[in-house]
């Protein structure tokens, strides 16, 4: 792509994403004569049209998909390397984009977002809530500067570096106003989840895929009687009294006292939550400096009841959680 120049690649996306040349160039404020010559040069210079031009429908061929995901890329690192040069001195002002799973923007992130907000009151903070694997792909291509997710990572994703900040057990919530989940005795084991109507999470979130997965290993297939919610939604649920749910204890230890806690007797369920960033780009200035109070707050044990913190273990993975 040596003749191709970044202003065709900005022009391209905004095609692609608008699916109209003239909305496009709105988005990109240029001239849409402007925009249709820059497009036109960009497919002479790959030597392959990128999209298919049709009276009010235009659609991507299958060159300009493979260029979309590399343009995106390219730009999400270029809007990278321009805030790091904005940044000033002591961090004054900048930004970071932190990913999140739903239940760590409710857990562990408010107090340390309040601690860096403390140290770096002009550092912008852009949360992006989402499953594990959707923010894996969006760390991918270069959307997020650090992502809190759960591993293990599966295979078949990008290299990411990863720091395991803690290991948190799982818990069953039920209604308050509900009997005691039954053949709990202070404890409930994965078997007696069989008999117990649950409430699930959507496809994507790993403390589904955890939740089912350890049933299976049991010999037994869960019982759902709603299941597709976020978070809120699930807790929301599980208070109307539709069933149990197994979530993280430091979501439950916030969930207040319409909701009864039952830990799952040992070996139960945990789960690991790592910080995660792309392993062949560096995070921003202020990215690090985010990274250190993440993980600072993690050692301390501040993560509100969450479970044992592990050491520093670094690594490279490839994939995502839910």
Known sequence: MRGVHFQQLLYFVAVAETRHFTRAAERVHVAQPSLSQQIRALERELG???????RGNITLTD???ALLPLARRILADADTARHEVQEL?????GRVRLGATPSLCTGLLPEVLRAFHGLHPGIRLLIDEGGSHDLVRRLARGALDL?????????GSPALTTVELLHEDLVVVSAASAPPPAGSRGALRIPDLRDQPLVMFR???DLRELTVNACRAEG???SFTVEGGEMDAVLGF???GLG???VPRMVAARSGRDLRVTPLARPGLRRTVALAHRTDVAPPRAARELRSVLLETARGGHGGGAGDVTGDGTGDGAGAGG
């Not at 392959?48 to 049709?54: G, K, N, S």
């Open 244 to 246: 149990c749910a197994v």
């Open 48 to 54: 392959a049209d990128l999209f298919m031009r049709a």
């Open 203 to 205: 496809h994507g979130y």
């Open 147 to 155: 992502a809190l997710i759960v591993l293990p990572l599966p295979p």
């Open 238 to 240: 599980v208070r109307a």
């Open 89 to 93: 001195a002591q961090l004054r002002r």
């Open 220 to 222: 037994f297939e869960p």
């Open 63 to 65: 060159a300009g998909e």
